[in-house]
């Protein structure tokens, strides 16, 4: 039992990092017409317990997209400079996109393992009651 | 005095094992104490979920993981009871 009570602990762990990088991207999306705005980046580390791997993952440190801002021109913006340009948001949707998708694919293969320990572990305790 | 706190000792030693929490070398007593520890957090995590505290997916976790426990609970006990009926039932 000990075994499959871990795997739920740790496809527990896989859907909390899912989320937390689903929320990253949606803090992109929405910021992608902020000037300024460097887009955010999901990056993951193995949760460690006295200096040693348990196999669960957690969210490390949020990095920042360091590609260069482009230039947009709009001589109305309160921000643009002499020439009447400003610094736009480097968040590309395409890539939004795709890393959404990714972080789906990856929730639902935790949700998956999920599911099928409760069901291993059901189907053991099936046989205790014939 | 001296006597006196030796025997002090002496009757504390001898009190010592009725004060412990619980008897780790029992099997049954180990996992009836697993079984009291996932229920227990199964509920305080319910609770924080509620107020707020926790994440849905801790509540997931822990009510998966009480689920499981009570029933490996429930299907021993039936077990055993069963096993007791069919003593009883048992011609003498």
Known sequence: MNDLNKTLALATSGLRAQSARLRLVSENLANSDTPGYQRKIASFAQEMMNTQAVGEVRQGPVRLDQTTLPKVYDPSHPMADEKGYYDGSNVNLMVEIADAREAQRSYEANLKLFEQSRKMSASLLDILRR | ?92
Request: glycine share 4%; proline share 4%; aromatic share 4%.
């Open chain 2, 1 to 92: 005095m001296d006597i006196a706190s030796n025997l002090a000792a002496r009757a504390y030693a001898s009190a010592k094992p009725a004060t412990k929490a619980e008897d780790t070398s029992n099997p049954v007593a180990k996992a009836a104490g697993e079984f009291a520890r996932l229920v227990e957090n199964g509920e305080k995590t319910a609770t924080s979920a509620l107020v707020g505290g926790a994440d849905p997916h801790a509540l997931v976790q822990a009510l998966a993981q009480t689920e499981l426990a009570v029933e490996t609970a429930v299907t021993v006990r039936n077990k055993v009871v069963e096993a007791y009926q069919e003593i009883l039932r048992m011609p003498v």
